[in-house]
């Protein structure tokens, strides 16, 4: 768990320098908006719409750490070896 927050962290330097595009790749060689840095742009926006986008992408990445942080809980406990 610590490594994956580690890497999520480190990566946020990256996410900003590396650029922001809009358009939905169709491969996987394309460049592609992260989670993060589409919700700090459509923030900025004054459409209301893509305002709610961001409100409901932040909501996603939001339910994403928490069951990254609680299935990682659940497997901690079945490999540990002082069983409760």
């Given at each position: 768990m610590l490594s994956i927050g580690r890497a999520i962290g480190d990566a946020a330097g990256v996410m900003f320098t590396a650029g922001f595009t809009d358009s939905i790749p169709t491969s996987l060689s394309q460049p592609a908006a992260t989670l993060p840095l589409s919700i700090f742009f459509q923030l900025s926006?004054?459409?209301?719409?893509?305002?709610?986008?961001?409100?409901?992408?932040?909501?996603?990445?939001?339910?994403?750490?928490?069951?990254?942080?609680?299935?990682?809980?659940?497997?901690?406990?079945?490999?540990?070896?002082?069983?409760?």
């Amino acid at each position: 768990m610590l490594s994956i927050g580690r890497a999520i962290g480190d990566a946020a330097g990256v996410m900003f320098t590396a650029g922001f595009t809009d358009s939905i790749p169709t491969s996987l060689s394309q460049p592609a908006a992260t989670l993060p840095l589409s919700i700090f742009f459509q923030l900025s926006s004054p459409s209301p719409e893509v305002r709610d986008r961001a409100y409901t992408a932040a909501l996603l990445l939001t339910l994403i750490v928490l069951v990254l942080s609680i299935s990682g809980r659940l497997v901690s406990r079945y490999f540990s070896k002082n069983k409760i």
